[in-house]
């Protein structure tokens, strides 16, 4: 058997504390399939004391998290601490400078700093292995720059934050508020403390400009990527979307089109036959369209300190293995600029949620104004009140009444403007809701 990987660990969390104790119970089988043994020899954590259940006594302590992962004692840094910038970015950059391999979890460090880590790592013949950064426990990283190494991709497509999917699915299956289930959320420990990063789509839209970048080919290019939160949806959206068939999903999506590849994550109808609508909960998805393989969907749990340490321990296992691979799949020097596509030009259904002022005519002009920018309607629903609202006496023929479009395929800037008329013309109370339908 050849000689120990020897593994420095920064960041004891939950996902820290997991790997230690997934290595301590798996470390015989582990040397087996790995044909060396794989060992802790240092950790560093903000906090020494702390009681984690997990047995590092003798293990070396290290305050500083780049003094760890400078230290020749360790051959891999596994980075678990989190963070864009700061230790985590400044202890990775240290670790590949003096020629240790790097195990890491932190999508927002590589969706920032990505492509140039990537080169370093290149340059010093090393590894930089972020399969738990994408999607928890589903080996997604793996799937794209392995297994359908032989596939030109033309979709990837996932539910890539638990999170949001929790929420909807409880809103959906519930019948509650959106505050209300963010509520259940954070007590449950789902959501962070400040829920932005999860709910307003940042999350999902790190891990995606990952996958772009594995899928296609492409620079990592996180700032150009269209994000829209589920902060907007509303119980009567859940309700509409289930009436017509769909169900909604905060989706991260890539697509190969005519004039570039899209980015985009935002919340999406998906018809309730297709499998990425059977997801629910904190379950993650992700579905891949290759030319060979066709489409497949990967299942399992987005987050959570055992699952996402499953993946961590997969990729040092690979570093003790001498598995070396470009870390996107491809040599950096050829890597292709990302050349963005409009989320204007995107085409596809819409559902479109008015509040009209209930008028004689209101429904015709705006029946016009869809024409007028050559949108067909597939389906229009007139509501008087969301099912969910019980009748008032107070409730007047006058009340705005809620008016649900589903429309064939058009683009995205003739909706946008279809709308702006709309608007100017004085019959809708409020912001028009419009969420795009993915044929999925
Ligand atoms: N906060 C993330 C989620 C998990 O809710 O999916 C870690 O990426």
């Known amino acids: 058997m050849q000689s120990s990987l020897r593994l420095g660990l920064a960041g004891l969390g939950t996902v820290g504390a997991s ?3 997934l290595l301590d119970r798996h470390g015989k089988d582990l040397a087996l399939r790995c044909g060396r043994p794989i060992v802790l020899r240092a950790v560093s954590a903000r906090d020494r004391t702390r009681d984690r259940g997990i047995d590092i006594g003798n293990v070396n302590w290290f305050q500083d998290p780049v003094k760890l992962a400078m230290d020749p004692s360790i051959d891999v840094f596994v980075e678990l601490m989190g963070g864009a910038s700061g230790p985590a970015e400044e202890s990775v ?49 793996k799937t794209l720059r392995e297994a359908l190494a032989g596939n030109r991709v033309s979709r990837v497509a996932g539910i890539l934050n638990g999170t949001c999917n ?12 959106f ?32 996958l772009t970048s594995l899928a296609f080919g492409t620079e990592i290019d996180v700032d150009s990527i269209y994000v829209e ?28 089109t005519e004039t570039g590849i899209e980015q985009r994550v935002h919340p999406t109808l998906v018809p309730k036959a297709s499998a990425i609508a059977r997801i629910d909960g904190v379950l993650n998805a992700v579905s891949v369209d290759g030319d060979f393989v066709g489409r497949l969907m990967l299942v399992g749990p987005g987050a959570g300190g055992d699952a996402t340490a499953s993946s961590v321990v997969g990729d040092i296992a690979d ?63 007139q509501r008087k009140r969301a099912p969910h ?35 100017e013309d004085g019959h809708v109370a409020g912001e028009p809701q419009f969420i795009r339908i993915e044929p999925l």
């Not at 400078?97 to 340059?123: D, P, W, Y």
């Not at 959206?237 to 989706?251: Q, S």
């Not at 008016?403 to 709309?422: P, S």
């Open 229 to 256: 939160g589920i902060q907007s949806i509303t119980l009567s959206d859940i309700e509409a979307a289930d009436e017509l068939g769909y169900r909604l999903k905060l989706l991260g999506i890539a697509e190969r």
């Open 166 to 177: 929790y929420i909807l699915t409880r809103m959906e299956q519930e019948q509650l508020s």
């Open 19 to 21: 790997v230690v104790r």
């Open 319 to 381: 570093i003790a293995r001498g598995t070396a691979l470009d870390v996107m799949g491809r040599p950096s020097e050829h890597m292709e600029p990302y050349r963005p596509a409009g989320v204007r030009a995107h085409k596809g259904g819409y559902y479109v949620r008015l509040s009209v002022h209930d008028r004689p005519g209101a429904l015709a002009s705006i029946a016009t104004r869809m024409a007028e920018r050559g949108i067909s309607l597939e389906s229009i629903v």
């Open 179 to 210: 505050g209300a289930c963010l509520s259940e959320a954070q007590r449950l420990g789902y959501a962070e403390a400040d829920p932005t990063f999860d709910i307003g789509g940042f999350d999902a839209a790190h891990k995606l400009a990952l």
């Open 389 to 423: 609202q019980a009748a008032t006496a107070t409730q007047s023929p006058a009340d705005p009444q809620s008016i649900i479009m589903i429309t064939y395929e058009t683009t995205e800037a003739a909706i946008r403007e279809a709308l702006d008329r709309i608007r």
């Open 93 to 141: 950059r240290a670790a590949l400078e003096t020629g240790k391999h790097v195990v890491t979890a932190n999508k927002a460090l590589l969706a920032r700093h990505g492509n140039e880590l990537a080169r370093l790592a290149e340059k010093k013949g090393v590894s930089l292995n972020f399969e738990a950064a994408v999607a928890g426990g589903i080996p997604i990283i």
